[in-house]
């Protein structure tokens, strides 16, 4: 028996040594942790400029100290590289970082306006390849300012910039409804057919872009460089063509059925005055897109269906009166058409399928779209599409007649 | 040698066990995309009536083990080749289950780490456990059944509250035509994984109540077909059918786009677990079955002392299969599923059946 608990006191301590994992062990000391990458062209040659926002978790980790934590250092660090591959920058910035570059928790990808405008459909095989980075991390472009220069911007309320932007595009896409929130994997599916072409939210820098990354630019009350989410850039296979704003943009997330919530403004009353506005906040809104196909002929037939209350006033009408909120509704429903109609002019004008029409006509008529795939960018161009909109408001806050007198 | 019982419950977990195997996890669907759930539906049919003929085969002579009966439907020498030629089958089949699990988890986790030595690990714990012998393995695939069963249950409610189903990836259906599906179904998916349930006839031998044998048996291919197909369908619609067909995990792909309020994020661990628990079921069932067929052959008094030999035959056999993932793939495709599978899972086990009816017709009419 002896040799039976020394021989099985043996292999316990032999079966323990596979257990550390030791051969594909990586230290939390020797690691950063990125929380974005920038992605530029370089101007001369081909390749690639790529911008890493690594983040300094001890800085980060000092929340409650304003002043004192200038000790601790920024919150993040931004080393840049260049070559011809990502992956080549990525491990060539080794020479520049302490730590080796660690993609788990990334969160946002920007690219820089010049290389979107030439085309970025080559960009994304390695973030598909690699099993560290994620498929939900966030794309945005970066307008009117490099992806690096982004990068470096130091936000207030929320210490790491990447965590910043994130959350503005988050948070804009639920409330405002102007902007949407694309994830790889949503650019991928769509650089692959023309059915419905790439959609990417703008960022751009407001203000003083080269003050943006100093220390300096938290010690104020009101920063001279902040990050701003503005606008939808419109893509045709790959390259950028324009730039969505305003009315247009939130047409365009109610085509793709991503309105979640936002405020319209419009006019009170019949008299021309144009500080006499009622704001809606819509809080419910639903769309639908039907093909049908006549003659061999694509055509489709937009339904929206939205819900709303009204917020604010700033004309005498008179909320309580049936009439006075059919009239608004009236006005909301031609506001919403007129919106969705821009956004469907926006991607007609350029030929690219943005909302992807394409699709929804591939679910219901299979094989009218294999005949028209090949040159779908044309036939959308032309196609008849109707828009219906049914608009309810049902509530009007905590008051019903406003204490504006006329 | 045929001590050993097992009984209908644990037949039917080691069999949903092996049918998900490594099916769970890879894209079978890569002909037909999005319509893969409906293969895996109409290859299913196929599996059962395969696994009718196996349990038949058996049946027919319940105290001799699988190379027994062969021997006794073909006579001995032919029944010897025959034995021979599965030896080298469930050998080969083994090792390229070892195979793609190690790629799997080095491509996936491991990255730094020698696919021989993962290997190694992992045929060291097969061999351990199929060395106890057919009992302990079943037992062990009842326990293990249900923790599939909780990590698969858990893996699937955590996706369907976190909003990432599409369900119109999975539209539109049959848009390339019926064919596709079913080329999709019975060239490949009937092979493989329903195909390799010719392992089993190994096994079917130790069952103590061959009656609720059979049923076991057809509603575990019903329950593994069932969830193969629901799994594969909710990949598609997460991942849309471009990215499936693209990539070579694509499980492990859905789950890792799980983000419940920020904090539940990146349940890869679930998969890879899944993998291992399931990948180790048919990896030492293949086992079990080359070790006892060899048995049979080598007329081997005690079956388990083979098994350490087999292991490191199937050890180093996986090693040598292939050079890189891309001719692993292919071979998969062209050898295995155009030219093996059909051979050793169909025409024998048809063929068998065949000779030992005609035989017993011609032997009763001589009487």
């Known amino acids: 028996m002896r040799t039976r608990s020394a021989s099985s006191l043996m292999l316990i301590g032999l079966l323990l040594i596979p257990l550390t994992g030791c051969w594909n062990s990586r230290e939390l000391r020797d690691l950063s942790i990125i929380g974005a990458i920038g992605i530029d062209k ?52 080794s020479r520049l970082s302490p730590r080796q570059l660690f993609f788990s928790h990334i969160r946002l990808i920007v690219i820089g306006e010049t290389l979107a405008s030439e085309d970025l459909s080559h960009l994304f095989d390695f973030f598909e390849r690699s099993h560290e980075v994620r498929l939900t991390t966030k794309l945005v472009v970066s307008r009117g300012s490099s992806a690096e220069q982004l990068l470096q911007v130091l936000t207030p309320l929320e210490r790491i910039p990447s965590d910043a932007v994130y959350g503005k595009l988050e948070s804009t896409e639920s409330i405002w409804s102007e902007s949407m929130v694309t994830g790889v994997d949503d650019v991928i599916n769509r650089l692959i057919g023309p059915g419905k072409q790439l959609l990417i939210s703008g960022v751009r820098i407001l203000g003083d872009q080269d003050k943006g990354g100093e220390k300096a630019n938290l010690d104020k009350t009101k920063l001279p460089a902040e990050i701003e989410i503005k606008g939808i850039a419109l893509f045709k296979n790959g390259r950028l063509e324009t730039w969505l704003d305003g009315g247009k943009a939130r047409g365009a997330l109610r ?29 419910r809104s639903r769309t639908k897109v039907k093909a049908t196909v006549v003659d061999g002929e694509p055509a489709f037939r937009v339904y929206v269906r939205e819900e709303g209350n009204v917020g604010e006033v700033s004309c005498a009408v008179d909320l309580s009166k049936k009439e006075a909120i059919e009239e608004l509704e009236q006005r909301w429903r031609s506001k919403t058409k007129q919106e969705i109609r821009e956004a469907i002019e926006a991607a007609q004008s350029r030929s690219s399928d943005v909302y992807g029409f394409g699709e929804v006509l591939n679910r219901s008529y299979p094989r009218t779209w294999k005949k028209l795939e090949d040159r779908w960018s044309e036939v959308f161009a032309d196609c008849e599409i109707e828009v219906h909109v049914e608009s309810f408001i049902r509530r009007s806050g905590m008051r019903t007649k406003p204490y504006i007198k006329e | 040698m045929l001590k050993e019982k097992i009984n209908a419950r644990q037949l039917f977990s080691l069999i949903v066990l092996f049918e998900l195997g490594t099916a769970l996890v890879l894209p079978i669907g890569f002909v037909a995309h999005r319509d893969v759930w409906l293969s895996i539906l109409l290859a299913l049919i196929g599996g059962i009536l395969l696994f009718l003929i196996y349990d038949q085969i058996v049946r027919q002579y319940p105290e001799s083990t699988f190379v027994g009966s062969i021997r006794q ?38 990255d730094m780490t020698p696919l021989f030595v993962i290997c190694a690990f992992f045929m060291l714990t097969v061999v351990y456990v199929v060395s106890k012998g057919v009992e302990v393995l079943a037992r062990t695939g009842e326990i293990y059944l249900l923790h599939v069963l909780i990590l698969g249950g858990g893996g699937t409610i955590l996706i369907l509250c976190s909003g990432i189903v599409h369900v119109e990836n999975l539209l539109p259906v049959m848009e390339d035509g019926a064919g596709k599906v079913l080329e999709s179904a019975y060239r490949y998916i009937l092979m493989f994984p329903f195909g390799e349930m010719i392992c089993f006839a190994a096994i079917l031998p130790s069952l103590n109540r061959t009656s609720s044998g059979r049923k076991a048996g057809i509603l575990a291919l019903i329950a593994s077909g069932t969830i193969l197909s629901a799994a594969h369908a909710i990949e598609v619609s997460i991942l849309g059918s471009n990215i499936y067909g693209r990539s070579t995990f694509p499980l ?31 990896c030492a069932i293949n086992c079990y079955a080359a070790i006892t067929v060899a048995a049979d052959l080598f007329r081997v008094r005690e079956p388990m002392k083979l098994a350490m030999p087999v292991g490191l035959v199937v050890l180093f056999n996986s090693m040598m299969t292939s050079n890189d993932w891309p001719e692993f793939a292919l071979k998969g495709k062209v050898v295995i599923m155009g030219i093996l599978l059909p051979v050793y899972s169909i025409a ?13 017709s011609i032997g009763s009419k001589s009487v």
């Open chain 2, 73 to 110: 439907i073909m006579g001995t020498y032919a029944g010897s080749l025959i034995g021979f030629l599965y030896l080298g089958f469930f050998i080969h089949n083994d090792a390229r289950v070892l195979r793609e699990t190690g790629e799997l988890l080095v491509t996936s986790a491991y």
């Open chain 1, 42 to 93: 370089l101007p001369d040659k081909p390749g690639y400029k790529v911008s890493f926002q690594i983040i300094n978790p001890s800085a980060v980790a000092m929340t409650g100290n304003g002043g004192g934590g200038s000790q601790a250092g920024m919150p993040v660090t931004v080393y840049t590289g260049t070559g011809s591959s990502i992956f080549e920058v990525i491990r060539k910035t």
């Open chain 1, 255 to 283: 085509i793709q059925d991503k309105m979640k919530s936002s405020v319209v403004t419009v006019p009170c009353k019949d008299h021309d005055d144009p500080a006499a506005i009622a704001a809606i906040e819509i809080t």
């Open chain 2, 348 to 360: 024998i086990p048809v063929g068998l059946l065949a000779v030992h009816w005609i035989r017993r």
């Open chain 2, 252 to 282: 492990f792909l859905a789950v890792s786009k799980i983000n419940i309020m920020d904090f539940i994020q990146r349940m890869d661990g679930l998969v890879i677990l899944t993998l291992i628990i399931t990948s180790f079921f048919k």
